[in-house]
């Protein structure tokens, strides 16, 4: 069996390969798109391998590479923490690939397949060697490949001017982010107290001596790098625009794996280089978490776009992964080992979890939108009876989001929830009035995310359909989307079942980040139990659970089925109208108006109602128009403002221009006589 | 010949080479401003030759003849063809009148001789007081490319800010290598072609060659 790196590299080679090989067959267009994919798939496959086998064993490899600039060579390591991330990135990477066979096949004829299996591939060659980096200049190559790529990718359909401002947007606040994170950097390898060339190295970072200030100056600054990425809110405004305008497959690697490498490179800041920090970043990490999760799902609930709800979702959960580092940060910072691996354990399970079931959701929408050519949920439903498989597949991932058992959403969700409630331990009284205050923001959270997914589920499955074109002419997916789409439920599911299991082999990385084990306590009563910390305080039995729920399910439907009388069809009861129609259900932004009238302070809300008098007669309404717009908030209070300074400062400057000769001549007159003046 | 009557002659010359500064200055003819450019670096070749001979560096006589060659006949020469080939023959106006500009060149030259005072206490060359003047040459020629609207004039500005970084060389460490002063007399000549060309764009885009109209190109909003 060769070493993981070795399997890791040969993964990231073969994506390389790939990008480079793929316009040779462009020519012979399914052969190219088939054989581009699979390959990927296994070198995604690959790359889940190495990083299993290191989680798995706990082992740290590293090598070093003479390519690039002369006398800074390229490091490579891969120890537990990227191996996991190798993880998420490989398993999604492996779904989405399979499931990209299918989706691009439907752009027909019209586009280029080269351009988008080129950036596809070099997208994940790009985050697999951000998470492989073991020096800050290979860390920023492989940064910026990841994110030029994506551009790339999110610009596919770079007609639609909709889609290239949100790709400059996603351009725009990802270079802000890694100017951040260069500066992090750079603030690490000053105070690494080695020669100017030599603390590039996140060998030189690990055994930095920095003073309080300076370590405080690196963290936040990667943080909001970090953030910027990760879309925590104020920084989110990128995600609901380049999300849906991004072709589904690429929405799906986006936001279920792209996200994580910030809080990758959070943990790789926090635990790894830093390891002694005042438990207040923590906190500020769990109040950013928290605000991110609430906001989050609330801007998700007013929707109606599938994609940028989706898009929104991953705000709300990028913040419960947040909470979850915050939390394993105070506790680090308490040293209280065992309670800061359980809520790093909490924030990595939902790390992937996430991954698994928001990749699953991205490619049902996919799906959908293949399907149906639309964005718009009040165009769509009772999608369950012409996609029999896409709406099963699509309610997994939306039971697993909205954290319900036996699903993996629920395991995450509820790891975290333990660690708050373990808190009370901590000595701080500011912590003893947040911590209550979070665990109550992050069940609003939960709950109001299964509101908002039994909209999604009900108005774009069920029902009747609401949409211009005739529903007789929308299809089943292929198989190969289907297959994708497979595999990621059965992920959902096993990872819900088995979670024991899971927190055995992640156990490597608290204790490397850390210094606390949960293996141990977490599976004191075998495959079965999950006990966190003590059997007397909490417990959860994945496979009980699902056993039980198979057998509700299974007494309900012989209850059902026993006789062939006890359920008959009938016509639907009209209520006495004479007849019915499908725009008389219930839709999307009926069904969350009760939220919106009482949160509605939150948003930039704008509603119209106007009547259109009956032709006949002026006073007798004829119809009446509904007109809502739902705006995010931030937009108007923290970018507008922003745009408009730099256009007067632009604007101030630019009387600098007179566009007469000697004017610029003077300038350089009087700058000369003015430096002779003070440095002569 | 001693070194201070050399010194004499060049204190002479930098002075005769001031006052074509100035002369440049208060010319209001192209044709007139072409011939006293000629002059001045007539007077700059000879300084250059009279520095070699005392100071024993026998390169600055290649300077001193390419100055000659360069600045007293081929420059003049191209310039003079172009004023007639464009027929530019008129007075030149001025964006500040000739009696401020010369108050104006004498300040600058009361504010070299103040900035280089520090440098005629450290240096022990004969030409150290020279220095000053090689200043207030570039400085004039800066302030002409200021004040006159005229695209020829800021060419000859220009070329004389050129003659004053000589100068300065000269004065200052007795001449450049000679690799560097055949480079700037390369550059020399094919700005000067380079300007020949854009006077003809130029003149054929605005037809005229007062700068004042190349505002119009400024984006408006």
């Known amino acids: 069996m060769p070493a993981p790196l070795d399997i890791a590299g040969f993964s990231v080679l073969l994506l390389l390969v790939l990008a480079v090989a793929a316009p040779l067959l462009r020519s012979v267009r399914t052969l190219q798109i088939t054989l581009a994919f699979s390959l990927a798939a296994v070198a995604s496959m690959a790359a889940v391998v190495a990083g299993g086998m290191t989680v798995a064993d706990g082992s740290v490899a590293s090598a070093a590479m003479t390519l690039g600039i002369p006398g800074l060579p390229f490091h490579l390591r891969l120890d537990p923490l990227a191996g996991f991330f190798l993880v998420v990135i490989g398993l999604m990477g492996f779904f989405v690939s399979i499931y990209s066979i299918g989706y691009v096949k439907g752009y027909g004829g019209q586009r280029s397949m080269t351009q988008m299996i080129c950036f596809y591939t070099l997208f994940l060659a790009g985050m697999l060697l951000v998470v492989l980096a073991d020096d800050a200049y290979f860390f920023l190559v492989a940064w910026e490949l990841m994110a030029a790529a994506s551009y790339f990718l999110v610009m596919y359909e770079d007609e639609k001017g909709e889609n290239r401002r949100a790709a400059f947007l996603y351009l725009l606040i990802a270079h802000v982010g890694a100017l951040a994170i260069l500066l992090a950097f750079g603030v690490m390898a000053g105070q690494s107290g080695r020669p100017v060339f030599d603390g590039y190295t996140f060998d030189a970072m690990r055994t930095a001596q920095l003073t309080p200030g300076w370590a405080a100056a690196a963290f936040f600054l990667a943080f909001f790098g970090f953030a910027a990425k990760a879309g925590v809110i104020p920084l989110h405004v990128w995600l609901p625009e380049a999300h849906p305008v991004a072709p589904s497959n690429i929405s799906a690697l986006m936001s279920g794996v792209m996200l994580k490498t910030s809080i990758y490179g959070i943990c790789r800041f926090a635990f790894d280089f830093i390891k002694i920090f005042p438990w207040w970043w923590g906190g500020i990490v769990l109040v950013l978490g928290l605000i991110s999760a609430v906001m989050g799902v609330l801007y998700a609930l007013m929707q109606h776009d599938l994609k940028r709800l989706l898009a929104y979702h991953s705000v709300e959960n990028i913040g419960i992964i947040l909470i979850g580092l915050g939390l394993s940060m105070i506790f680090a910072a308490f040293h209280l080992p065992t309670l800061a691996a359980l809520a790093l354990v909490a924030a990595l399970y939902h790390t992937l979890n996430h991954a698994v079931f928001k990749g699953l959701l991205f490619m049902g929408a996919g799906a959908v939108l293949h399907a149906t050519h639309e964005r718009n949920m009040e165009e769509m439903g009772g999608l369950i009876h012409r996609m029999p498989w896409t709406a099963p597949l699509f309610l997994v991932g939306c039971v697993s989001i909205s954290a319900l058992p036996p699903f993996n959403g629920f395991v995450s969700e509820w790891l975290t929830f333990q660690a708050f409630l373990l808190s009370p331990s901590l000595p701080h009284p500011l912590l003893k009035l947040l911590i209550p205050l979070g665990a109550a923001m992050l069940a609003l959270t939960g709950a109001l995310a299964a509101a908002c997914f039994v909209k999604v589920f009900g108005v774009v499955f069920l029902g009747q359909w609401r949409g211009h074109q005739k529903p007789e002419r929308i299809h089943e997916v292929g198989p190969s989307m289907r297959a994708g789409m497979l595999l990621a439920s059965i992920s959902c599911l096993l990872l819900g079942i088995f979670p024991t299991w899971v927190i055995g082999w992640l156990d490597t990385i608290p204790e490397q980040l850390c210094g606390g084990r949960l293996a141990e306590s977490a599976g004191k009563f075998g495959w079965m139990w999950l006990t966190p910390i003590a059997h007397g305080r909490a417990s959860y039995s994945g496979p009980m659970v699902f056993i039980g729920i198979l057998a509700v399910v299974a007494v309900t439907w012989l209850l059902l089925h026993a006789h062939a009388t006890s359920s008959r069809r009938v016509p639907v009861w009209d209520c006495g109208f004479a007849r019915l129609t499908p725009r008389m259900q219930y839709t999307a932004s009926a069904f969350s108006m009760p939220i919106r009238r009482v949160l509605g302070f939150l948003f930039a809300v704008r509603e119209q109602v106007e009547v259109v008098p009956h032709t006949n007669h002026p006073s007798l309404p004829g119809s009446l128009q509904y007109r809502l717009r739902i705006r995010d908030r931030f937009w108007n209070w923290l970018y507008v403002p922003q745009g408009d300074a730099a256009y007067w400062i632009a604007r101030q400057v630019g009387r600098l221009q007179q566009g007469r000769i000697q004017i610029y001549l003077l300038y350089s007159f009087v700058t000369l006589i003015v430096l002779l003046v003070f440095l002569g | ?221």
């Open chain 2, 1 to 221: 010949m001693t070194h201070t009557i050399a010194t004499q002659i060049n204190s002479l010359l930098a002075a005769l080479i001031l006052l074509s500064a100035f002369a440049l200055l208060a010319q209001r003819k192209i044709m007139g401003l072409v011939h006293i450019f000629a002059w001045q670096g007539l007077l700059l070749a000879l300084s250059t030759a009279v520095i070699g001979y005392a100071s024993g560096e026998h390169h600055l006589y290649i300077s001193s003849l390419l100055t000659l060659g360069m600045k007293v006949i081929l420059l003049p020469y191209i310039l003079y063809k172009l004023v007639h080939k464009l027929k530019i023959h008129r007075d030149i106006e001025a964006v500040v009148n000739v009696p401020t500009t010369m108050l104006l060149g004498i300040i600058l030259v009361v504010f070299s001789y103040h900035l280089t005072a520090p440098i005629r206490e450290l240096s022990n060359l004969m030409t150290r007081s020279t220095l000053a003047v090689a200043l207030a040459t570039i400085m004039l020629g800066m302030l002409m490319m200021v004040t006159r609207r005229h695209a020829v004039t800021q060419i000859l500005g220009f070329l004389a800010m050129e003659n004053g970084l000589f100068f300065a060389a000269t004065s200052a460490t007795y001449g450049m290598p000679m690799v560097v002063e055949l480079g700037v007399a390369l550059d020399l000549l094919i700005a000067a072609f380079i300007f020949g060309i854009f006077f003809f764009h130029i003149n054929t885009t605005f037809e005229s060659l007062d700068v004042e109209q190349m505002a119009k190109l400024k984006e408006t909003d």
